[in-house]
């Protein structure tokens, strides 16, 4: 069983829309793996588009009682939940997190039971202060679990997303560049994205986001699934 959470304090980076493309093709890709979508945001974006697809093999949650209002998560509702999904032999779970804006990790202990904690962030500098600061407070929670070792802290991935031109990229890179924490490969702009929470007919707008960003699907799944191969806490921003 394999827990990753999207979360960002700042709204609109893109973390609904990566949860999204994430779920859809770990179960896709990956034909004996079950996975569930918990969406922790009320406004049900993620929970509500995708819905539609849910079988034996792809959950779909949107419970209220993982809130208890204005972006604070019931710690140990969500908790439980999460340690009550098993493995059975035959299949592989992965519980897939999408977080609402103003998540602060010193509220969200939940954090601390997942496996790799996904940063999206786009270039713009109100995206970037706050992901610094996110990823500071993360830091510090990480610190304070002393039932824990630090060797047991999730893995820490910052996503750059919507992203443009290379020249942008290395830009994000190197204002992060002190961050203890991983970089990810970027997720460019595309605006076949602003369709992707839609019922289309056939479902042709996802088909084709699946397969427009196929090498950035197969790398984030492998990602996670593969997740306790990484060294934990690198000591300055490592680029996967
Ligand atoms: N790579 C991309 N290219 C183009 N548009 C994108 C991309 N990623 C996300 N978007 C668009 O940006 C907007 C915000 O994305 P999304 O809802 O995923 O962010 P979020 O972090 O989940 O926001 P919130 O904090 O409100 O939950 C949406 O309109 C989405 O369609
Ligand atoms: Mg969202």
Redesign the pocket.
Known sequence: MKTAV?A?S???????????LTSLSLATRHNRAKVQLIDL?P?A??SDSLSRFANHRFNVTNNEEFSLGSATPNNSRIISHLESISSDHLSECYSIL?????NEPERSTFLLHSNIIFI?TSVSDADVFATKKYISSLIELFDSDTENSPKKSPLVVILP???DHRDELNELRSVLAGMPVYFGKP???????????RAERDDNNVKVLLREHSAYSKWITDLIIHSDRLKLRPKKLFQL
């Open positions: 999207f960002n700042k709204g609109g980076v893109g973390k609904s829309t990566i949860a999204l945001d406004q974006t993620t999408d977080c609402p804006a103003g999206p997303s919507m992203i997720l460019r702009y595309s605006p076949n994205f602003r369709r992707a929470f």
